[in-house]
Nanobody
Framework: QLQLVESGGGLVQPGGSLRLSCAAS????????IGWFRQAPGKERERVSC????????YYADSVKGRFTISRDNAKNTVYLQMNSLKFEDTAVYYC????????????????WGQGTQVTVSS
């Protein structure tokens, strides 16, 4: 049983903040690379951020750099995405995904996906 569950989404005003959580069950996240992706209506799913399993190196899309922060809490087997200074264009369903080789990978290389959590930025 290998599952990822996202939580923490919601409706916020522009400039607001949310912290998304990605909780794993059935496996230990520390051994996996974790990516955060988002998909807005009518748009392709895009990689927002990722964190590797060994070096904990991180990646951020240019559109979120300086505003979003990805982190791990190994004790809780959870990965977070702190989102600050939210913009209208951040509105999307956000997904976390785990990759068994432990790296930051493309959309097509992740092994496990959560169900997604909705983030809506609106005034």
């Amino acid at each position: 049983q290998l599952q990822l569950v996202e939580s923490g989404g919601g409706l916020v005003q522009p400039g607001g903040s949310l912290r998304l959580s990605c909780a794993a069950s059935g496996f230990t996240l520390v051994y996996y690379g974790i990516g955060w992706f988002r998909q807005a209506p009518g748009k392709e799913r895009e990689r927002v951020s990722c964190i590797s399993s060994v070096s904990n190196s991180t990646y951020y899309a240019d559109s979120v750099k300086g505003r979003f922060t990805i982190s791990r809490d190994n004790a809780k087997n959870t990965v977070y995405l702190q989102m600050n200074s939210l913009k209208f264009e951040d509105t999307a369903v956000y997904y976390c995904a785990a990759e068994h080789k432990g790296g930051c990978r493309t959309l097509y290389e992740y092994d496990y996906w959560g169900q997604g959590t909705q983030v809506t930025v609106s005034s």
